[in-house]
């Protein structure tokens, strides 16, 4: 769920941003219905890379279909993907909206208290819902399914690991979960506010103007494809979280750990597996998101107006 770059006037009276119930509805809608379609399998993909670093994409993409063909590529969306979908947008809203407010009191203009309320929502979301919803897609596409573990439900997995190592255990990668909500809020905002910037500037616009729904897309998509500057964070939460058992691999990961034998067994470019279809996954949620649900948003205001 994107945050909202529309540039503040430094005159108006300090006030916290508004927050609609029926946005944050329509918002988790949206979020399904982008996880739901094309938004899971371009996941799965990218987890199936990043856990096995050797393959290619054509190589991931059949490893994916031998675990259950097209089913294959929905692996954690239910009930995982859809518990996050659900709740991550308003988890990012309510917490960025005060973290922007409170930065703002402090002195802080508009679009630094707009970063770091992003950064701030980012973080919220990962130690909320996000990690061990996170965690559990990831168990799913990389958990060993032949013979008798192919008949355990991922109900039955998350039990079993929430038996054995508890909280933490559910949680496994959530650090690096929230590096990444982190910095993908963080540089998302700012970069998809210059992109704006550019397109305005080429088009010899009024800065004031707001962009066309091409042109929003169009800028969201760039903000969103450059914040994978970010995959190395993504690579080692995928190492962190994932079941591929290999020889010499550290048992317990941290952060630290986990670059260490990524970059030991694959090198600098073993930190950008998967990119492709991560960018591939925030252009689509950018097209459900800001396209879609710009409409949505414009339908339900109207009608309840």
């Given at each position: 769920?994107?945050i909202?770059?529309?540039?503040?006037?430094?005159?108006?009276?300090?006030?916290?941003?508004?927050?609609?119930?029926i946005?944050?509805?329509?918002?988790?809608?949206?979020?399904?219905?982008?996880?739901?379609?094309?938004?899971?399998?371009?996941?799965?993909?990218?987890?199936q890379?990043?856990?096995?670093?050797?393959?290619?994409?054509?190589?991931?993409?059949?490893?994916?279909?031998?675990?259950?063909?097209?089913?294959?590529?929905?692996?954690g969306?239910?009930?995982?993907?859809?518990?996050?979908?659900?709740?991550?947008?308003?988890?990012?809203?309510?917490?960025?909206?005060?973290?922007?407010?409170q930065?703002?009191?402090?002195?802080?203009?508009?679009?630094?208290?707009?970063?770091?309320?992003?950064?701030?929502?980012?973080?919220?979301?990962?130690?909320?819902?996000?990690?061990?919803?996170?965690?559990?897609?990831?168990?799913?596409?990389?958990?060993?399914?032949g013979?008798?573990?192919?008949?355990?439900?991922?109900?039955?997995?998350?039990?079993?690991?929430?038996?054995?190592?508890?909280?933490?255990?559910?949680?496994?990668?959530?650090?690096?979960?929230?590096?990444?909500?982190?910095?993908?809020?963080?540089?998302r905002?700012?970069?998809?506010?210059?992109a704006?910037?550019?397109?305005?500037?080429?088009?010899?616009r009024?800065?004031?103007?707001k962009?066309s729904?091409?042109e929003?897309?169009?800028?969201s998509?760039?903000?969103?494809?450059?914040?994978?500057?970010?995959?190395?964070?993504?690579?080692?939460?995928?190492?962190?979280?994932?079941?591929?058992?290999?020889?010499?691999?550290?048992?317990?990961?941290?952060?630290?750990?986990?670059?260490?034998?990524?970059?030991?067994?694959?090198?600098?470019?073993?930190?950008?597996?998967?990119?492709t279809?991560?960018?591939?996954?925030?252009?689509?949620?950018?097209?459900?998101?800001?396209?879609?649900?710009?409409?949505?948003?414009?339908?339900?205001?109207?009608?309840?107006?």
């Amino acid at each position: 769920m994107a945050i909202d770059t529309t540039p503040t006037d430094r005159n108006a009276p300090l006030q916290k941003k508004p927050i609609s119930f029926i946005n944050l509805a329509i918002g988790a809608g949206l979020n399904i219905f982008e996880v739901s379609t094309l938004g899971q399998p371009f996941e799965v993909i990218k987890t199936q890379m990043a856990a096995n670093r050797g393959q290619t994409m054509p190589s991931s993409i059949a490893a994916v279909w031998g675990r259950g063909g097209v089913f294959g590529f929905y692996q954690g969306l239910i009930p995982w993907a859809w518990i996050e979908a659900a709740t991550k947008g308003a988890v990012l809203l309510f917490a960025a909206s005060e973290i922007d407010y409170q930065v703002r009191v402090l002195g802080a203009g508009p679009a630094v208290a707009g970063i770091v309320g992003g950064m701030g929502g980012g973080i919220a979301q990962a130690y909320t819902t996000m990690g061990f919803c996170t965690f559990m897609k990831t168990v799913e596409v990389t958990r060993h399914k032949g013979g008798a573990a192919a008949q355990k439900s991922t109900i039955q997995v998350a039990r079993e690991i929430f038996a054995r190592e508890g909280i933490r255990g559910i949680n496994k990668g959530v650090n690096a979960v929230a590096v990444r909500q982190c910095t993908n809020w963080g540089s998302r905002f700012g970069l998809s506010r210059i992109a704006e910037d550019l397109i305005k500037g080429r088009a010899g616009r009024d800065p004031s103007k707001k962009l066309s729904d091409l042109e929003k897309v169009a800028a969201s998509t760039m903000g969103g494809a450059l914040s994978c500057w970010n995959q190395p964070i993504e690579v080692i939460r995928v190492e962190m979280q994932s079941q591929v058992q290999t020889p010499g691999r550290p048992t317990k990961m941290t952060i630290g750990t986990a670059a260490k034998w990524i970059y030991s067994n694959n090198g600098v470019l073993g930190f950008y597996r998967g990119v492709t279809p991560r960018i591939c996954l925030g252009m689509w949620q950018t097209v459900c998101m800001v396209a879609f649900g710009d409409k949505v948003k414009t339908y339900f205001a109207q009608k309840y107006k």
